[in-house]
């Protein structure tokens, strides 16, 4: 069959690093979940960190409240990080840890972990994902300002690139982009500024002699990328972003060998257009969307981890995510993908979608440039998210874009895949809270305080340290911490006492008004008029987000559609304790007040809020928005929450309508 | 509910700071029956129920978009609360025009501790309004200048528009960042006001904040304005001008007519204020604007920026 000129490769290919993205309640449950998965053919790990633990808080931290091991594993010292690779074999095994802020940290953890099995840190393999520039943009885990953020990611590639030489210290992210609604040419452009920001910023770190070691820096980063359903475009991104990424090492970082220069990328497919609505849907859409990273060899992800079928309705269960890995097996072991070189080498179409899409992304990556580059430009880049993904949302409200089973062909037989008493997803249990808050404080008083204090001073003091030398690398006094028993929030607190804390942009002041001519939003501006003049005053709504959860893009197009509306809109942003929530519904005078939560927390935090609102005073409606399961609807609705809306609520005027038509029904008649 | 303006007034007397959040709903009401009781609240709080100007300092910052205004203002509210002065911050946001809606995004911008009940801040919409100011925002200012030691208005923009700022504040300051020229070019030129405190920020950038500093000093100078201090400040830790700043801004009012500027503020915001609700129509039927300024002169010291208000309204309909 395989003669001079058949179209076949002589060998079949490798197939690529197969992960799922598991994490969750404990260091011991998640190790199980992990073993499990390597069992079922799973060749890499993928660790989900719960939200303190990204963010740098301890469990019993006030604003951990609610969020300890709901979207990922608490990791708060060694023991736990110990704990969590139990015979796991770290010398073999290859570890992706969606890790930003805190990355030093827990690779730190990591490295100690590893010695405590006898593996030294040259031989470990992995990736960290500290991409710090994304979190500004659209993920919300950053903890520190962007400048000593960009110092810390410098200091952790100086040190790998030496001391763990196989590590992937970084992986720039373009996957959140396109979460937060960035066009294929934006999601482009964004993350190659963005990896131009992290090599100079390295290039400059290194100092003399960095010239020799860029193209071991330049070999070591790689990417994590998105793909969402339409599949053909996103392959030519895909191989858009190869070209530009070869000719950037090139040109402006003299890298000439083949293999440094060669674009690496894991992909996590969408979760953006995964629906609440008719979920098995969403199997097809994820199907779909590994074409796009798996078809075409030259642009092929070297690792890919799937969502599961059920994102938008809560946390996925073992079950869903074997659904997920099976997907994956299928791909590689029953079809011939893998059997063939590049089936799109010499196709006219492709190479004239890849021209286009090069065109675009040049052009924006030089907006982003004069701007000053990717960190100067975090608000302009924010404000043109929100922008993109309103624009996205608009077109699905229309139907311009069709959503299967959302916006038509909506007629559904019960599904049988959420009858279960969970409704088909993964329930945290609300004990592992206290459990680790008692762990952890067991931890405290059973180590050797002076060498933790002692620790934690050096870091403080390489922290404070001007201009650096390669002494000053923060990963050194890191795992020093690290090895004496630190904890998570210890560790950031430190830095933060040094580096200041920081509130990224929120995106939404730069955003464009909707299109003119939008006869339901002029409908509901009318209404918003005669409110006004009802109240007295312009009604005004507080958008916020309780908890860790950093996923504001939700919030965001809400607050911009209420000002479209004609509202006054107090909009704070991610990361808000309850009490600081009923302070600014107070000390504003707001209506009504919106909140959003995707992290599972809302059974805790929302219920807080509430208390805090009473406790303040304040007497006004408020509703609820994110991925809340069915099941939790009439509990929220008991705490006193007036409307709760979903995923499938995606028709934002409406849910506007509904908010106006509350705070009109909450006017005296005497008014 | 019919003495509820009274109410908040005698509470504001009484340095209440639990009375503010209900003291802007009520001043920024545009219904009949508010109107009524934001009267009576102002009158309360008066010169003349008072015995003595409201005690609290009215300082108004204002700055282009960028400039680092709610950075500095952090590390101001930060220095003033170390000295246990309590602050109140209306900030002042631009409107939509096209649908009149607006984004309030400076609560989110400033660094501050919600359980310090010392701290009070509340956003409001410029909304159609000309002059920098929203609907009640100089009525709040005068209010609770009766209860907090500070009270802050931030505006957006560089001295063209924001003539109101300079109307109800003592002191007021410009904030400008380094190479952006602007100000520096309306100070020339004269499209702005001397401020009271030029404030550079992000000194932390080196040689073009030095520059910057020495330009408008120098331009101060050729203008003949040798009083006008200029201030630069770092907000990047560690921060470095913010107590400067806090001095330079309490000199200022130290070294005030405090009753001269209080007095030709509340005549020239009563003006203003009726200007804006009946148009130029309203003043020729006062005589004009000079004959209302005359006129306005003659009024008694102690009286409120509504009581002139209505009273103008009063000569209006004869």
């Not at chain 1, 392959?235 to 060669?262: I, P, S």
């Not at chain 2, 910057?212 to 470095?240: C, E, I, M, Y």
Request: hydrophobic share 45%; charged share 25%; glycine share 10%.
């Amino acid at each position: 069959m395989s003669g001079e000129h058949s179209p076949r490769l002589p060998e079949r290919e490798r197939p690529w690093m197969m992960r799922t993205y598991a994490g969750h309640s404990t260091a011991k449950a998640s190790n199980e979940l992990y073993r499990g998965n390597l069992a079922k053919g799973q060749t890499g790990l993928s660790v989900a960190f719960d939200l303190p633990t990204q963010t740098g808080y301890d469990p019993d931290d006030e604003l951990a409240r609610g969020e300890v091991g709901k979207v990922g594993v608490p990791v708060s010292h060694r023991g736990d990080m110990a704990t969590l690779m139990e015979g796991i074999p770290l010398g073999e095994m290859n570890t992706s840890m969606t890790i930003n802020a805190t990355a030093a940290w827990l690779l730190a953890l990591y490295i100690v972990a590893a010695e405590d099995q006898g593996v030294a840190q040259e031989q470990l393999q992995g990736t960290t994902q500290n991409d710090i520039i994304k979190e500004f943009l659209a993920r919300g885990t950053y903890a520190f300002p962007p400048a000593p953020s960009m110092r810390l990611i410098a200091d952790m590639i100086a040190y790998t690139v030496q001391h763990v030489p196989k590590w992937n210290p970084i992986n720039i992210c373009s996957y959140h982009l396109q979460e937060a609604g960035a066009t294929p040419v934006q999601e482009i452009a964004y993350a190659m500024s963005n990896a131009i920001a992290v090599l100079d910023a390295s290039r400059e770190r290194l100092g003399p002699g960095a010239d020799e070691l860029m193209g071991k820096v330049f070999g070591r980063i790689s990417f994590f990328v998105n793909a969402g359903v339409r599949f053909i475009e996103e392959h030519a991104k895909l191989r858009a972003m190869g070209m530009l990424w070869e000719e950037l090492g090139r040109e402006r970082y003299g890298v000439t060998d083949e293999r440094q220069l060669r674009f690496r990328y894991g992909v996590q497919v969408n979760s953006l257009g995964l629906t609440e609505a008719q979920p098995e849907n969403n199997v097809q859409r994820i199907v779909l969307e590994t074409l796009a990273v798996t078809l075409g060899r030259d642009a092929r992800a070297r690792a890919i981890q799937l969502p599961a079928w059920n994102e938008a309705l809560g946390l996925p269960r073992p079950w869903d995510q074997q659904w997920s890995l099976r997907i994956q097996q299928v791909m590689a072991f029953e079809t011939d993908i893998l059997e063939y070189p590049d089936i799109f080498e010499g196709s006219k179409v492709m190479d004239a979608l890849v021209a286009e899409l090069l065109e675009g992304a040049r052009a924006e990556m030089a907006v982003v440039a004069e701007h000053g580059g990717a960190v100067q430009a975090v608000p302009y880049m924010k404000g043109a998210l929100v922008d993109s993904h309103r624009e996205r949302l608009r077109r699905i409200e229309s139907g311009e874009q069709v959503v299967v089973g959302q916006n038509r062909y909506t007629e559904t037989e019960p599904s049988p895949l959420t009858d279960d008493a969970e409704g088909g997803i993964l329930v945290v249990d609300q004990a592992v809270e206290a459990e680790a808050i008692e762990a952890i404080r067991r931890w405290r008083s059973e180590r050797d305080q002076a060498a933790v204090d002692a620790a934690l001073a050096e870091l403080a003091r390489v922290a404070r340290a001007e201009d650096l030398t390669a002494h000053d690398n923060l990963m050194l006094p890191t795992i020093a911490a690290a090895r004496a028993g630190a904890t998570t929030g210890e560790w950031a607190q430190t830095l933060r006492e040094v580096f200041g804390s920081y509130r990224a942009p929120t995106g939404v002041g730069e955003a464009a008004g909707s299109a003119v001519g939008d006869e339901d939003l002029a409908e509901l501006r009318a209404e918003v008029a005669r409110l006004q003049e009802q109240l007295g005053r312009r009604p005004k709504i507080l958008v916020g987000k309780p908890g860790l959860d950093g996923h504001s893009n939700g919030a965001e197009q809400i607050a911009v559609r209420a000002r479209d509306a004609g509202m006054d809109v107090v909009y704070e942003g991610i990361r808000l304790t309850p009490s600081q929530i009923a302070a600014s519904a107070l000390q504003e005078g707001v209506h009504v007040i919106g909140l959003s939560i995707l992290s599972g927390s809302h059974r805790e935090l929302i219920p807080a809020v509430i208390d805090a609102l009473h406790e303040a005073g304040v007497d006004v409606p408020v509703v609820v928005g994110g991925i809340i399961p069915e099941q939790d609807v009439a509990p929220l609705k008991q705490a006193g929450v007036a409307a709760v809306y979903t995923p499938k609520d995606f028709d934002i005027t409406r849910i506007m309508r509904d908010i106006v038509e509350l705070v009109g029904a909450g006017i005296p008649a005497a008014a | 509910m019919s003495d509820q303006g009274s109410a908040l007034g005698a509470r504001l007397r009484e340095r209440d700071l639990s009375a503010a959040p209900a003291t802007l709903n009520l001043l920024e009401s545009t219904t009949a029956a508010d109107r009524e009781q934001a009267a009576a609240l102002l009158h309360e709080v008066s010169p003349a129920a008072l015995g003595q100007e409201a005690p609290g300092h009215i300082v108004g910052i204002t700055g282009p978009p960028g400039a680092g205004k709610s950075t500095l203002l952090s590390a101001l509210l930060h220095a003033w609360r170390v000295q246990a002065k309590s602050v109140a911050m209306l900030a002042v946001d631009p409107s939509s025009r096209q649908s009149g809606g607006s984004l309030l995004g400076d609560r989110a911008r400033i660094d501050f501790d919600p359980s310090d009940r010392g701290v009070f801040i509340r956003s409001t919409a410029a909304g159609e309004r000309l002059g920098g100011l929203a609907w009640g925002t100089r009525a709040a200012a005068q209010a609770l200048a009766a209860a907090f030691d500070i009270v802050v208005i931030e505006t957006v923009g560089v001295g063209q528009a924001e003539t109101d700022i300079a109307d109800v504040a003592d002191t007021v300051a410009v904030v400008v960042q380094p190479g952006s020229g602007d100000a520096l070019q309306f100070l020339k030129s004269g499209i702005m006001e001397i401020p009271d405190v030029l404030v550079v920020t992000k000194s932390d950038l080196g040689q073009v904040a030095i520059s910057a500093r020495r330009d408008l000093s120098a331009a101060l100078r050729s203008l003949g304005s040798r009083a006008t201090p200029v201030v630069a400040v770092s907000s990047l830790p560690p921060a470095s001008g913010v107590e400067e700043l806090a001095a330079a801004l309490e000199e200022h009012r130290k070294n005030l007519d405090l009753s001269e500027r209080r007095l030709r503020a509340r005549r020239a915001g009563a003006l203003t204020e009726f200007a804006n609700e009946h148009g130029l129509q309203g003043v020729r039927a006062l005589g004009g604007r000079t004959a209302a300024q005359t006129w306005l002169a003659e009024q008694d010291q102690g009286l409120d920026e509504a009581t002139l208000v209505n009273l103008l309204e009063g000569r209006m309909g004869r």
